[in-house]
């Protein structure tokens, strides 16, 4: 998987609302408000693909940032300047997550998981990051029915999901398929 192809993607893209309800690409606050706790709650969305759901989360009163690679993070602070300092950048396949050990009630990681070819240390990085009880809202692509594109590193099926996220110690509430293509999976960290 080269990173530049994957910048090159997520720069070419005119709508940077969160693209996890099939082809829409629309943020659908009301599932949102079904799983997020309530402000004031800490988030951190990684691969946040422009901000921008950072920014409204920020506007419904959540303690909010955001991680993504240095030239998609850069780029976002400069079109929303609003929120320019919950803006971090990072590579998620090889560096630690730049935020504090424990720190969050919420952890987005939208369309990331297909990118990484290390997804299983990435979701350790994730459960350090996450409090107790703290949720990951997740999405990713589907292998079923599905060829990998050249920017994706892996596709899984719901059964993969599961079992990553259990070797990452953490307990599955729900996976379901947004459409035939598409996955979201929550998951909470049970353990202290």
């Known amino acids: 998987m080269v990173l530049d192809e994957v910048e090159k993607w997520c720069l070419a893209q005119e709508d940077h ?3 996890i309800y099939g082809t ?3 943020i659908d606050w009301s599932l949102f408000d079904r799983y997020i706790p309530r402000p004031p709650c800490r988030v951190v969305d990684l691969g946040m693909n422009g901000g921008y759901v950072v920014r409204e989360l920020v506007e419904r009163g959540y303690d909010a940032c955001g991680v993504d690679l240095p030239r998609l993070a850069q780029r976002a602070r400069e079109e929303l300047p609003e929120v320019a300092d919950r803006l971090l950048d990072c590579n998620l396949e090889v560096e630690e997550i730049p935020v504090p050990h424990g720190r969050y009630d919420m952890v987005l990681a939208t369309g990331v998981m297909e990118h990484l070819m290390n997804w299983d240390k ?3 990085k994730v459960y350090r990051s ?3 009880m703290a949720t990951l809202f997740m999405t990713t692509c589907d292998s079923r029915g599905r060829e990998i594109e050249t920017y994706h590193a892996k596709h ?3 059964e993969e999901l599961i079992e990553v ?3 990452a110690r953490l ?3 729900r996976v379901w398929k947004t459409s035939s293509t598409n996955l979201i999976g929550l998951f909470k960290r049970l353990l202290p």
Do not use: P
Request: no cysteine; aromatic share 14%.
């Open 17 to 19: 609302t969160l693209h």
């Open 24 to 26: 829409s690409r629309t």
């Open 122 to 124: 990435f979701l350790g």
């Open 130 to 132: 996450m409090g107790f």
């Open 156 to 158: 899984f099926t719901s």
């Open 165 to 167: 996220a259990g070797l």
């Open 171 to 173: 307990e599955t509430v």
